[in-house]
Nanobody
């Protein structure tokens, strides 16, 4: 009943920038946390950045100072602005939302968007 749709992935050179967007839709009463995770080949999925109600954010150490997460509560949308990209940022990026819908609260995941950083 809740869907997350990511967009904005693509191919970029090292040092370049990308902006990822994730829009949540469906039976949503509240979203407590939205965030981005990534998974590179042969690696576990890892936290990139999250943003909670009130705007509190948390970032992986590897992206601090380069990535910025923000939200648009009216649109149930989360943005990840990625600057100074490095080859090691290459991964599939997944949007996640902690959603209250009706009487149920659960985590939902998007399908992922590929980010490739290569020279």
């Amino acid at each position: 009943q809740v869907q997350l749709v990511e967009s904005g992935g693509g191919l970029v050179q090292p040092g370049g920038s990308l902006r990822l967007s994730c829009a949540a839709s469906g039976s949503i009463s509240r979203i407590y946390v939205m965030g981005w995770y990534r998974q590179a080949p042969g690696r576990q999925r890892e936290l990139v950045a999250i943003i909670a109600r009130g705007g509190l954010t948390n970032y992986a150490e590897s992206v601090k100072g380069r990535f910025t997460i923000s939200d648009d509560n009216a649109k149930n949308t989360v943005i990840l602005q990625m600057n100074a990209l490095k080859p090691e940022d290459t991964a599939v990026y997944y949007c996640k939302a902690d959603v209250l819908g009706g009487s149920s609260r659960a985590d939902y995941w998007g399908q992922g968007t590929q980010v490739t950083v290569s020279s």
